[in-house]
């Protein structure tokens, strides 16, 4: 079985640019969370998406946003970047919503850098 | 406020020798808890979780971590370290939020450095 996959693995963009990230879960997987990890600040939960629905969504500025496809697969927009957006950006795909307890399997992340 | 908290930035153990790797949370009601692994340029591996039951859970790659209420703690721990354990490991919680605002808290990793 395919694990999560997320494209692309590297970006580099321009302050003000606006970024989309990708994500395939596992098949089968209805659930998609999306976490941004910096050395500082571990993980920060972004939002979860459940059957194309926004189920929760983190601490995060509205120039980030997502969506979910009725495949399942989830994309991530960041507009309008600034330096401080720069960092790993997770992808989680479970069985079920968060709150069940299922565990999640994430991607190999998308490494972003802002100059 | 819900938290996780893992008090050792960096853990170093000899091979061969036991391994623990601290955890404690603070959230209300019953917590759901898990330990994941994460490899250089990788992304996380899910070890281990504590829903319910037997508070010694036991995981992946020979790990295990025990649920103490009254401490709030969910330590991992491995009987005899390997240097391919060599990784930074991190502990979350579920938040007991009201209706499906529910989401994992996560602590801010510990490095582990198994010697050879």
């Known amino acids: 079985k395919a694990g999560v996959t997320q494209t692309p693995r590297y970006l580099i963009k321009t302050r003000g640019q606006q970024v989309t990230l990708s994500c395939s879960p596992i098949?089968?997987?209805?659930?998609v969370s999306w976490y941004q990890q910096t050395p500082g600040q571990g993980l920060q939960f972004l939002f979860e998406?459940?059957?194309?629905?926004?189920?929760n969504k983190g601490n995060f500025p509205g120039r980030f946003s997502g969506r979910q496809f009725s495949n399942s697969r989830s994309e991530m927009n960041v507009s309008t970047l600034e330096l401080g957006d720069s960092a790993l950006y997770l992808c989680?795909?479970?069985?079920?919503?968060?709150?069940?307890?299922?565990?999640?399997?994430f991607g190999q992340g998308t490494r972003l850098t802002v100059v | 406020a819900q938290s996780v908290a893992q008090p050792e930035d960096q853990v170093n153990v000899a091979e061969g020798n036991p391994l623990t790797v601290k955890c404690t949370y603070s959230?209300?009601?019953?917590?759901?808890l898990f330990w994941y692994v994460q490899y250089p340029n990788r992304g996380l591996q899910f070890l281990l979780k504590?829903?319910?039951?037997d508070n010694l859970v036991k995981g992946s790659y020979g790990f295990e971590a025990e649920f103490n209420k009254s401490q709030t703690s969910f330590h991992l721990k491995k009987p005899s370290a390997l240097v391919s354990d060599s990784a930074l490991y991190f502990c979350?919680?579920?938040?007991?939020?009201?209706?499906?605002?529910?989401?994992?808290?996560w602590g801010l990793g510990t490095s582990l450095a198994v010697n050879p």
């Open positions: 989680a795909s479970s069985l079920d919503v968060t709150g069940s307890g299922t565990e999640a399997f």
């Open positions: 098949s089968g997987h209805r659930s």
């Open positions: 998406y459940f059957s194309e629905t926004q189920r």
């Open positions: 959230v209300s009601g019953n917590p759901y």
């Open positions: 504590y829903i319910t039951g």
């Open positions: 979350a919680v579920r938040s007991h939020n009201a209706g499906n605002n529910r989401k994992l808290i």
